[in-house]
């Protein structure tokens, strides 16, 4: 569907064009009314500047729903080899063969969710490594809004007054508490996907007036 | 692309359990997820099929009154989907949770592509609540009369003489003949007539074929049981039986049809019964019983079938144990009719069935005539106990000398339950409205039952408190978890299919037929006459009796169950232990029967 943006590398710059071009909704906005896209990377590394993205993961959240019907999970070449890091994703060199171009997902990313407010849990990972990776694509990376379930989580628990313990923030011991079901792990569509359903309950438990700027605030 | 949690779920919910993988990833694909807290008010006029994932969710009807409960694995919009039409319930959520929509053109799209899951969402809107399963081939347990009788008359005229009745035996190769005057049938002529009444009285050839048949022959409607046709043969020892549609004679069932059609048919344990000269050989017949049950339930057959069969055993064992009795005694000093009450009168007997019969006697029970059925019911009772049938434990049988009573007797006791009901008489005489004749004197029991319901046909204060006394349980709401949801929201481990379901069906059923003084006792066979007279509505009527067929068919399974692993036969339910499927259906069986009570409550039991 991208295929025009592909065709020319000055149309690969377009779409981070467009993205930086399209507005975030004002702060003002309603939760309810925003829109969000959860998304998760697996990487070779923990290094953004010199690891790669092996799989990617996203699905929309709209009108506080997650849709499923536009939930996605590419396989990414790698330049090098996962090595180690196949003990963490589960994914193999061999399974890489087919894998997509990093600069085509990125720019159906761009494409199809710009002004879309990212979501991750512990984001701030994500965040560096998309930029990153924008940089060597496009030549440019847009600014992005992302909030951090993690993060909001911390605040939640801090806010309870309780003690957190690092174990405690770890996406399937913040699926538990918050009565959700758990997921296989490190698998970036599921990790996607269960940062989303914590963001769900999240949101409910910010109550029906909040706005976008008080969720900025908690995922500081 | 699927998400794995999702469609593991799918995976494990009926009706989507049918699905494969790939079909289970599509339908997910349109799926949304959606997050409630408690208190939330869920948007159910959407147009999209409700999936509970997690978290509880109450349906209120618009008057606030509580429905139901969905848990994981619920569905509800199905109705909307089905219809287009909304309705006016409200959602709320109780414990956060998940919920799956389920967008309108998947679930249609699903509907037509598999015809299972059609039938599901379709059964489940119009609580049709049998036949989830494909129907099963016709057991040859079941076989009805129609199923094997030859489709041809063989008829001869009274006038005509026994020459021309043998030719014609000859020439259609038969063993009987169906002796007709005007169409109607007035005799039977068989081969073994014309040779000992006629060759061996040395009557000529041209005979009357009138002054040698049997006259007034026992016959057996097309549409009854086979094993029904074969109870009436042993009974009588007879071995062919004409066979009516609508009253007219169509054909004629032989013994011989009978073997030929089953050869080693299990309920030829009703003729071995009845060819048992002592008590100790009917107890070994009834020790068939267990494994005769089990053989059904391999075949399929319906529990309300089962039932029928069950009873018919019951019968013949106490027809078989009357005719020891009498050879014991001598010739009873009067006309009598051994009456069974409850389950075993509705035929509709499980196999922890007790003990409930009564006789009432042409005399009164004094002197010679009091000893004589003191002794007999004494025999029959004890040998019924002796053949597994447990003695009635409050006490409901012939051997009671209070429920020994002549004609006058009987009615008088029924007139003062009629005309001066008490609640709590009523809690215990209403097993005394189901009766019917299993021995002796039909027209006795038929003076009985006349006078009975001539007098319930006009007694709304008795109606008002046989109501009463039918409301006195009620069905459960729901499941919840490992628990049975009660009425007034309390949870209970474990569910009596029999006291929380199927007596609550028969309790209202009766209110309605002594109302409309309806002669059968069999609760479907009331159902039906409810319905073909406009007493109830058939949709009700059809409701009441699927709700009725499913919750017999659940206890007969675990019955089976039991039996299986030698445990006692039980009727509890183990909530934890009900498929997907069956929930679905009990909780709408459930449903039904709570309409059915308030329906009952409105018509009988206003001020008066």
Redesign the interface.
Known sequence: MLSWLLRKSTALSEVVNHFINTPFPASSTPVDQANFLALDLELTGLNPRKDHIVSI?W?PVRG??????E???YLINSPVSVGQSAVYHGLHDHQLKNAHDLAEILSELLAQYAGYIFVAHNSRLDEQCLRFACQRCFGKAPRFRFIDTMQMEWQRLLRQGKVVKHDALKLPNCLKR????A??NH?A??DA?SS??LL??Q???GGNTMTLSDLYLLSR | MEIADVTKFLAETTPFDQLDGAALGQLSAHINVYYYQAQDSVKINTDRLLIVRTGIFTLYSDQQQLLTKLQSGDFYGYQQLLTGLTDSDTLICEEDGLVYWLAAEAFHQCRYQYKNIDIFFQRLFSRRLHQYREQQQASRFTLKISDIVQQRKIAIRPEQTAQEAAKLMSDSRVSSLLVEENSKLVGILTDRDLRSRVLAHALPASTQVSQVMTRQPQSIDRHAYLYEAVQQMSQHNIHHLPVTDQGVCCGMLTATDIIRSQQDHPVYLIGEIHRQLSTDGLERCSQQIAALAITLSKQQVPAYEAGHIITTITDALTQRLIYLAQQKLGEPPCVFSWLAFGSQARMDQSLNADQDNALLLEKEPVGTVGEYFSALAEFVCLGLAQCGIALCPGNIMATNPELRLSLKGWSGRFARWIATPTPEALLKASIFFDLRVIEGSKGLFNALQEDILQRTTEAPLFLYHLAQAALQRTAPLGFFKNFILEQDGKHKKGLDLKKRGISLITDLVRVYALYAGIHEVNTRGRLQQLAAQGIIDSKDSQNLNDAFDLLAQLRWEKHQHDLQLSHDVTNLLNPAEISGLARHQLKDSFAVINEAQSRVKQRFCREL
């Open positions: 993961g699905v506080q729903e997650i849709v499923l019907s939930a996605k999970h918050h009565g959700l079901p997921m296989a698998q569509l599921e996907y989303a359903l769900l309950s949101l409910k438990l």
